[in-house]
């Protein structure tokens, strides 16, 4: 396997989701940095990356909701312990800026797109011993704290935690009689996060170290 894709981002990528046409699906990025944050648009096709711009300064209660052409819809959440729906916006993209604002209306949330994500178990669920067994066998490592787990038709994909000196985190891709055709350290230390990969028209997609985005062709 080889990836098709990488692109470094200055700030770390907070967020990924999908938008766009389900024929022609593109990715809308968000990157935060310490006190403001950047919305970006990937185009599959083409392999292009444009800075839409600099998200407004209410962008943390702002949750991407879908997108088509030049506008965005987003959920904007009350700022509480326990936020509910405060608004829904309306951006355009072409310039960056708010078109309208409601209380509240109805959104298509059904997923358009063929992407899919993996299961994630926990150190303390039961079924996550099975896992340590099988990692210990097949591959004499020790993993702990959590894993994502995805069984293709004809590939298995992991992403996984170990423990050498401070915490890693591993994504392996194996065929069904677990030979390993790609494994990738993709986070350590205070960059690793949960949800590590997604699978869009089958192909991977993942982040390295919160700032490299990566795709690699059709599993």
């Known amino acids: 396997m080889s990836s098709f894709f990488e692109h470094s981002f200055t700030e770390p990528i907070w967020s990924i989701r999908f938008w766009g046409k389900p024929e022609k699906p593109k990715l809308w990025v968000e990157t935060r940095g310490q006190h403001e944050a950047f919305w970006h648009s990937v185009d599959l096709d083409t392999k292009e990356v444009f800075l839409l711009g600099k998200a407004p300064d209410d962008y943390a209660q702002l949750n991407f909701q879908q997108g088509a052409e030049n506008e965005a819809i987003f959920i904007k ?18 310039p960056l800026k708010l078109l309208n604002e409601e209380k509240t209306r109805p959104i298509n949330t059904e997923n358009t ?49 170990l423990y050498d000196n401070g915490w890693k985190n591993y994504l392996r891709v194996c065929n069904l009689a677990f030979d390993t055709i790609l494994l990738e350290k993709i986070a350590e230390g205070d960059s690793i996060g949960y949800q590590t990969f997604t699978l869009l028209n089958e192909q991977l997609i993942f982040v390295q170290d919160k700032l490299k985005l990566k795709i690699y062709e059709k599993l």
Do not use: C, M
């Open 77 to 94: 959440l009350q700022r509480s312990k326990n936020p509910g729906i405060e608004s829904i916006q309306t951006y355009s993209l072409t």
């Open 113 to 161: 797109f063929s992407f899919q994500v993996p299961q994630h178990y926990e150190e303390s669920q039961s079924y996550f011993k099975d896992f340590q067994t099988f990692f210990q066998q097949q591959f004499n490592e020790s993993i702990a704290k959590g894993i994502d787990y995805f069984e293709g038709e004809d590939k298995l994909l992991f992403s996984y935690y």
